[in-house]
């Protein structure tokens, strides 16, 4: 199965909130202990897998020999299932992300299914009849799942309507991997002949084309990061060094990456990357006969690489690679000689909640992707993982402090995961400062309504934003109130103010003069 197919499928689920079979993400260093374990179909060449985003329990393998074979408990279980096919072979299977009882097969021709893999029919209209037996490579857009593009040994073909009709794509050249951005629909199609191999990009739909940075390399497989898609993964071999393995542009193309050691010198025709912190990627090296074979995982986004194959029949050709879309620590590896293998890492995940207190109102999200408190606060992290909280106030509340976290920065919270953890963010309603004073000769006092001021002794107190607060002024015995200054409206010895902002209102007293000495009488 081509990996770039693979890697579009992941990306169309993660995309649309149906995290997909390839694609996936994870931070944190640990050590590669998982064991492989083979679940068949019993004899088959498996050339393409497929997860269903919503059952990730169920996958399908597409076989050289015996068409399609369906798993509804994770592989334990397979069922063929090929009413319709007039071919047995099967280099690739696609999922639309939204409906993912429909999916897309590369085999001599184009087939579809619209029940699950129940039955099949051939969508080739629009492809020529001699290509229909050479195509290369099958992508579906993410975003727009109507939209698929399969590539052949002379052009690349693209549809709109989920395989009705197919025609050119602006490019007649043969196509080894394709990829879409997740985002804008971006398509890179590798190409090789009629010239160096190069890796082509169009952003108008497969109007246009433009050349990546990526020279004279043989590409097998293409993959993007689900989250920053201008992150490109390519698996390649070098014309000018002969070395193979796996490549990244970080800018859409124009600038790659040498090839780093730790994988073998030889083809990467399956990537997969792990759906929740995509600085985790597995690699499939096809190395049929040769020492080398097998899965190669890195963990800082393809900056290094370490053999993960404890349980692998020697002399396995790794087709395709799928990350189980709920808990990645789940990987299957489909093989040419050995049917499909599972491996479930020992990585633990523990679940990082996030609560809010206080009169006012915010957000939290996360950095690796899955907490956004509103509505979803809580999320799965591996063991290690860094995870950076940032709180965000609502208009009208401000953000006042965290409790739980491991370092705290402003409106950030970092936290290392270790165990279930909690942290809290305190959002209080904004307030401002009411100060009253008094001028004048005479005496008096001034009370609010809320209440918080008794001026007298406390002539200020601190009001919540938008609030309406009523002063009013009492003069003392031998003194009378005068008026006020700095209300938003007087009525008689009241005084209202609005808090939209730090507020001083004054008050006016002024004595009245007494007589002095006594009344004589006759």
């Known amino acids: 199965m081509n990996t770039s197919k693979c890697f579009i499928r992941t990306i169309n689920t993660v995309l649309l909130g149906l995290t ?44 050289r020999t015996g068409g399609v074979f369906k798993s509804i408990d994770a592989g334990e279980n397979w069922t063929a299932i090929n009413t319709g096919l007039t071919s047995a072979y099967i280099g690739e299977l696609v999922i639309d992300p939204s409906t993912p009882s429909t999916l897309y097969g590369r085999s001599n021709g184009i087939v579809k299914s619209v029940d699950g893999g129940s039955t ?36 690349l073909y693209k549809t709109t309507d989920g395989g009705n009709n197919w025609s050119l794509a602006g490019m007649l050249r043969p196509i080894s991997a394709l990829a879409i951005d997740p985002q804008n629909s971006t398509v890179y199609a590798a190409t090789h002949l009629n010239g160096p191999p190069k890796i082509r990009k169009s952003i108008d739909g497969g109007a246009t084309w433009s050349v990546t940075a990526l020279d004279r390399h043989m590409v097998y497989s293409l993959a993007i990061d689900p989250e920053v898609p201008t992150t490109l993964y390519a698996g390649a071999c070098s014309l000018d060094s ?4 796996v490549v990244k542009s970080l800018d859409g193309g124009d600038s790659w990456t040498d090839i780093p050691d730790g994988i073998p010198a030889e083809d990467v025709r399956a990537l997969a990357i792990d759906p929740q912190t995509p600085s985790t990627i597995y690699a499939g090296v096809s190395n049929l006969g040769y020492e080398g074979f097998g899965v190669f995982k890195s963990t800082d986004g393809g900056g290094s690489w370490a053999a993960i194959n404890e349980g692998l ?19 299957y590896a489909a093989t040419k000689s050995g049917g499909v293998f599972s491996r479930t890492g020992d990585l633990e995940r523990f679940t990082l909640t996030v609560g809010t207190t206080g009169d006012g109102a915010g957000t939290v999200s996360s950095s690796p992707s899955g907490i956004d408190c509103g509505p979803d606060c809580s999320e799965l992290y591996a063991n290690g993982s860094s995870v950076t909280l940032t709180a965000a106030p609502s208009v009208g509340s401000v953000f006042t402090g965290w409790n739980g976290c491991d370092e705290v920065s402003g409106m950030t919270c970092t936290v290392t995961v270790a165990a279930e953890a909690s942290v809290t963010a305190k959002f209080d309603l904004q307030r401002f400062d009411l100060t009253v004073a ?47 200054s ?37």
Do not use: H
């Open 20 to 63: 997909f079979a390839w694609l996936g993400s994870v931070d944190t260093v640990r050590a590669q202990s998982g064991v492989w374990t083979a679940k068949g179909p019993a004899g088959q060449e498996v050339l393409a897998l497929a997860i269903d985003p919503l059952t990730p329990t169920t996958l399908y393998a597409g076989t």
């Open 120 to 155: 099949w029919t051939a969508a080739n209209n629009g492809i020529a009849e001699p290509e229909r037996g050479s195509l290369t490579a099958l992508a579906i857009d993410p975003s727009v799942p109507a939209t698929l593009y399969v590539g052949t040994q002379g052009a």
């Open 242 to 245: 002969n070395r193979c393995g």
């Open 313 to 331: 029949t020697n002399n396995l050709d790794v087709a395709a690679l799928a990350v189980d879309p709920v808990n990645p620590t789940i990987v």
């Open 438 to 484: 008094k001028s004048g000769i005479g005496r008096g006092a001034v009370t609010s309504s809320p209440a918080g001021i008794a001026c007298g002794s406390d002539c200020s107190d601190s009001y919540v934003n938008g609030a309406t607060v009523t002063l009013t002024a009492t003069p003392a015995l031998g003194s009378i109130f005068t008026g006020w």
């Open 486 to 522: 700095g209300c938003d409206a007087v009525s008689g010895s009241r005084c209202t103010v609005v808090m939209t902002g730090e507020r001083s209102v004054n008050a006016s007293f002024v004595g009245i003069p007494i007589g002095i000495g006594l009344a004589k009488f006759p």
